[in-house]
């Protein structure tokens, strides 16, 4: 089975077909992910003493789930409500439970949550990049700004594009956030565009279109949204090589 699938002309969420969805859990690849970073988020989150987290791209529920097994008080959102679907599944099955879980956009976060505001915000796995446009990146990241109590704490990750850009792709799967038997790569990558296909066991092939986000920019568009004190991780420590890591994780915080 080969689904391209386009999303030029929708929401970047809308990638994630019922289709995908079914498959996400396998791509995500739990418990080999859980077990490389779910203690770094959880210990991240508590030490700074949150206990109302939402999570904005919950997608099938790895992290949100990973966060109520740990005693936070999880809010789940996710433009996907297919992702979402699969993410409450997912958490009956770990037997945990969401405070809300809701289909939201990014672009409306501030709207849809109205006057709640919360102790720390994730938005993982690679889940910021689905925006192509700078002023949706702006928006976007005053909404979370909006919805965090100041103090609160902000976490995204992202692929390390400025590696893949500068010196080429060659991940080195340590830290690819990717199940058993799953063949990802680059279909396509230039200075807007990185798409990826995964292909699975059994064939099937699915491709997501990202936007190739520099780290330098994302720091930027965080402190011009209003956060401070922005910290990165490369592979979940610092201080890392640039071009070592798989993954940057940046942390920001609202005054
Ligand atoms: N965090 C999950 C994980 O690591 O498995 C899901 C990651 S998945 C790559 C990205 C998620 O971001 C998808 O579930 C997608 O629906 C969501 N997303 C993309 N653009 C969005 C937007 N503008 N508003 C809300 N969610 C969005």
């Known amino acids: 089975m080969s689904q391209a699938l386009n999303a030029e002309a929708g929401w970047q969420y809308e990638?994630?077909?019922?289709?995908?969805?079914?498959?996400?859990?396998?791509?995500?690849?739990?418990?080999?992910?859980?077990?490389?970073?779910?203690?770094?988020?959880?210990?991240?989150?508590?030490?700074?003493?949150?206990?109302?987290?939402?999570?904005?791209?919950t997608g099938t529920g790895v992290n949100a789930v990973s966060l109520a097994k740990a005693?936070?008080?999880?809010?789940?959102?996710?433009?996907?409500?297919?992702?979402?679907?699969?993410?409450?599944?997912?958490?009956?099955?770990?037997?945990?439970?969401?405070?809300?879980?809701?289909?939201?956009?990014?672009?409306?976060?501030?709207?849809?949550?109205?006057?709640?505001?919360?102790?720390?915000?994730?938005?993982?796995?690679?889940s910021f990049t689905h925006l192509f446009d700078h002023e949706d990146r702006r928006t976007a990241l005053l909404a979370m700004y909006r919805v965090l109590r100041p103090g609160g704490m902000l976490i995204i990750d992202q692929r390390n594009y400025d590696d893949m850009l500068d010196n080429g792709y060659s991940s080195k799967h340590t830290y690819c956030y990717t199940g058993e038997?799953?063949?990802?790569?680059?279909?396509?990558?230039?200075?807007?565009?990185?798409?990826?296909?995964?292909?699975?066991?059994?064939?099937?092939?699915?491709q997501l279109k990202m936007y190739p986000l520099r780290q330098d920019y994302l720091t930027h568009l965080l402190e011009d949204a209003g956060f401070i004190n922005?910290?990165?991780?490369?592979?979940?420590?610092?201080?890392?090589?640039?071009?070592?890591?798989?993954?940057?994780?940046?942390?920001a915080y609202r005054p």
């Not at 936070?72 to 992702?83: I, K, L």
């Not at 680059?186 to 066991?201: G, S």
Request: glycine share 10%; with cysteine; aromatic share 14%.
């Open 71 to 126: 005693g936070f008080d999880v809010t789940a959102v996710d433009g996907s409500e297919n992702m979402l679907i699969k993410a409450r599944e997912n958490a009956e099955k770990y037997g945990v439970k969401f405070a809300d879980s809701r289909a939201v956009d990014w672009l409306e976060l501030d709207q849809v949550m109205g006057t709640e505001q919360y102790d720390a915000a994730v938005c993982l796995g690679n």
């Open 15 to 57: 990638q994630y077909t019922p289709g995908f969805a079914d498959y996400w859990d396998d791509l995500v690849g739990w418990e080999t992910r859980l077990a490389r970073e779910g203690a770094f988020y959880n210990r991240l989150v508590g030490a700074h003493g949150a206990k109302k987290v939402i999570d904005l791209a």
């Open 230 to 251: 922005v910290e990165r991780y490369g592979d979940l420590q610092k201080p890392y090589y640039r071009n070592d890591v798989d993954f940057i994780q940046q942390v």
């Open 181 to 206: 038997g799953v063949d990802v790569g680059p279909a396509e990558l230039h200075r807007t565009m990185a798409r990826f296909q995964y292909v699975f066991a059994d064939g099937a092939t699915f």
